[in-house]
């Protein structure tokens, strides 16, 4: 089960929301490129990168930095925010995105979704993120009226062989994930799923790991990290342990 690392941009500068609100944004100092070089120093597989600027108000601001951080580290970067256009996940891919995240656009643009699966099937996931038992989208600010088990095999009937799946009421919150609803997307698919939204400690982690035989093979870890309720290289130490 891989561990992602998440970092999220806004302003230039790496924050992390709770629960998805702008208003409750809280800086860490260091720069997005110090602190993917930073994860992948302390031995991480994957990043998970995402422009928040470009999710919840389709700027493009954060461009030079993202360009600077994809050529800084040189494990895979997993990518999302605002990739609602071919031109957008093309330029991503073309940044050195090994997946990139399909969010609002999966929903609202089925014709896109379709002509990206072609171009870049194996690069392309879906986020699923959840409010309330909907779907949310334009940076988790609308609520559809798809569910997600809904959301999940209408995409797995297009070949979306990748979930992230975030329950946005856990997000930022430090009180443990959803596991249930993403075994729910994982049942229904039999896709690889992503957790995100809650990982608070080393325990969560395990409890995910037990997960992986039904589909869940990876976690996306923020807040727990940036607050320092665990270091990296113990998150990936229990990973390997169990």
């Given at each position: 089960?891989?561990?992602?690392?998440?970092?999220?941009?806004?302003?230039?500068?790496?924050?992390?929301?709770t629960q998805g609100r702008e208003e409750a944004v809280r800086e860490y100092g260091a720069h997005p490129v110090d602190i993917a070089l930073r994860w992948e120093s302390e031995g991480a597989e994957w990043l998970h990168v995402?422009?928040?600027?470009?999710?919840?108000?389709?700027?493009?601001?954060?461009?030079?930095?993202?360009?600077?951080l994809f050529e800084a580290v040189r494990i895979p970067i997993q990518f999302?925010?605002?990739?609602?256009?071919?031109?957008?996940?093309?330029?991503?891919?073309?940044?050195?995105?090994?997946?990139?995240?399909?969010g609002t656009a999966a929903l609202e643009n089925e014709t896109m979704l379709r002509e990206a699966m072609v171009r870049n099937s194996d690069s392309i996931a879906v986020g699923i993120d959840v409010r309330d038992g909907h779907v949310a989208t334009h940076g988790w600010t609308s609520i559809s009226e798809l569910t997600p088990t809904s959301a999940a095999k209408r995409f797995a009937l297009l070949g979306v062989r990748t979930f992230v799946v975030t329950d946005i009421a856990q997000d930022g919150m430090l009180t443990g994930p959803n596991f249930a609803l993403t075994e729910q997307i994982a049942s229904v698919t039999k896709a690889s799923v992503i957790l995100s939204g809650g990982i608070s400690s080393l325990d969560d982690l395990?409890?995910?790991?037990?997960?992986?035989?039904?589909?869940?093979?990876g976690v996306i870890v923020g807040?727990?990290?940036?607050?320092?309720?665990?270091?990296?290289r113990e998150a990936l130490a229990m990973m390997y342990r169990h």
């Amino acid at each position: 089960m891989i561990v992602y690392p998440a970092i999220d941009i806004k302003g230039g500068r790496c924050v992390r929301l709770t629960q998805g609100r702008e208003e409750a944004v809280r800086e860490y100092g260091a720069h997005p490129v110090d602190i993917a070089l930073r994860w992948e120093s302390e031995g991480a597989e994957w990043l998970h990168v995402v422009d928040l600027d470009a999710a919840i108000s389709g700027r493009d601001d954060n461009c030079p930095i993202l360009e600077k951080l994809f050529e800084a580290v040189r494990i895979p970067i997993q990518f999302g925010g605002g990739l609602r256009t071919l031109e957008r996940i093309e330029r991503a891919i073309g940044w050195g995105a090994s997946r990139v995240v399909i969010g609002t656009a999966a929903l609202e643009n089925e014709t896109m979704l379709r002509e990206a699966m072609v171009r870049n099937s194996d690069s392309i996931a879906v986020g699923i993120d959840v409010r309330d038992g909907h779907v949310a989208t334009h940076g988790w600010t609308s609520i559809s009226e798809l569910t997600p088990t809904s959301a999940a095999k209408r995409f797995a009937l297009l070949g979306v062989r990748t979930f992230v799946v975030t329950d946005i009421a856990q997000d930022g919150m430090l009180t443990g994930p959803n596991f249930a609803l993403t075994e729910q997307i994982a049942s229904v698919t039999k896709a690889s799923v992503i957790l995100s939204g809650g990982i608070s400690s080393l325990d969560d982690l395990v409890q995910a790991r037990t997960l992986e035989s039904r589909g869940i093979d990876g976690v996306i870890v923020g807040k727990a990290l940036y607050e320092r309720r665990f270091t990296l290289r113990e998150a990936l130490a229990m990973m390997y342990r169990h």
